[in-house]
């Protein structure tokens, strides 16, 4: 299995940052841009090799990140003008058609559990997965009895999936996207051919997704990355302290054990989610736990929570 991730957008609409800086080098804080947060994502799938399909701006890119990154080895495809992402798919797969591809679109960033989709993935009989993500509605919604409004929801997640721009396209499907289409893009040309042969299946997983398509999107992601570190397991965010006290809030994706230094006496309180703590008590949301100096943990499904640090 390599990765490949497309990585030509223009981002015209992104007006804070110059010309000359390419959408996958936007910083979500300092020193880590949405391609690195894309490498980690791919890092902890026990990836070696990586491509980036790169076309506008594709030469700052390179010289950002370099041959290295993370443990893989980054290679640089780049497009003279632009072809399209099935041209760059095709040229991909022309190279490099002995392996399996991890695709990413390189304008998204996601807490979705990389590990377990491309478990799903290898696991699945479709020849393309395709990770879906729930719509969260831009507009605050009301809903109504009658006549009478009951109550304002501001932008629920809603009903109905999007496609997340990440993929799982194994070796036997690569003939699709070999063939000959009116369309550049992907979305209008191999996939709907794909669909069509009832060969794409879907993984679906209710984490944090965003796609950076504008300022607005830029500033969401940054507060999310406000005092945000990274793991293979989830992350962790330091909140502001209130009073005596430290608050970290905690995210263990499911399925993953994490092990967290903290002070001695803190108190561990579940939001969401279920997980185990050692020697073998489950707790659920509501729950509290007093724990330290080490926290450790295994999730039995997404987990969000709180640590409380005196």
């Not at 007006?15 to 800086?21: G, P, Q």
């Not at 506008?56 to 010289?63: A, R, T, V, Y």
């Not at 490099?96 to 990413?104: C, I």
């Not at 679109?105 to 729930?134: H, L, Q, W």
């Amino acid at each position: 299995m390599i990765g490949a991730i497309l990585a030509g957008g223009y981002g015209k609409r992104i007006r804070s940052f110059s010309s000359d800086t390419p959408k996958g080098l936007v910083p979500l804080k300092d020193g880590y841009t949405i391609l690195h947060r894309q490498l980690f994502d791919l890092s902890i799938t026990g990836i070696k090799d990586v491509y980036l399909l790169t076309g506008h701006l594709g030469e700052k890119i390179e010289q950002t990140l370099g041959e290295k990154q993370m443990g893989m080895s980054l290679h640089y495809l780049k497009e003279e003008k632009p072809m399209g992402t099935l041209f760059s798919v095709r040229n991909l797969i022309s190279i490099r058609g002995d392996e399996d591809v991890l695709l990413r679109n390189g304008d998204t960033v996601s807490d979705i559990n990389f590990p377990e989709f491309v478990r799903f993935a290898k696991d699945s009989d479709y020849s393309m997965v395709v990770c879906i993500s729930r719509m969260r509605s831009p507009f605050g919604i009301v809903e109504f009895s009658a006549n009478s409004v009951t109550s304002f929801v501001e932008k629920p997640l809603l009903d109905y999936y999007i496609n997340s721009g990440t993929y799982y396209i194994k070796k036997n499907c690569f003939e699709y996207f070999r063939k000959d289409y009116l369309e550049k893009d992907l979305e209008k040309s191999a996939f709907p051919e794909i669909v069509k042969r009832g060969k794409m299946g879907v993984y679906r997983e209710d984490a944090f997704w965003i796609g950076i398509d504008s300022e607005k999107e830029i500033e969401t992601a940054r507060n999310e990355y406000e005092g945000r570190t990274d793991y293979p397991w989830g992350f962790v965010r330091k909140r502001k302290a209130e009073g005596k006290v430290t608050l970290t809030e905690v995210y263990v994706k499911s399925g993953e054990k994490a092990s967290i230094d903290c002070a001695a006496g803190s108190v561990f309180r579940v939001e969401d989610g279920a997980c185990m703590i050692p020697p073998g008590e489950k707790l659920k949301p509501g729950s509290t736990k007093s724990v330290g100096p080490k926290l450790n943990l295994e999730s039995l499904e997404n987990v969000r929570a709180l640590l409380i640090e005196p």
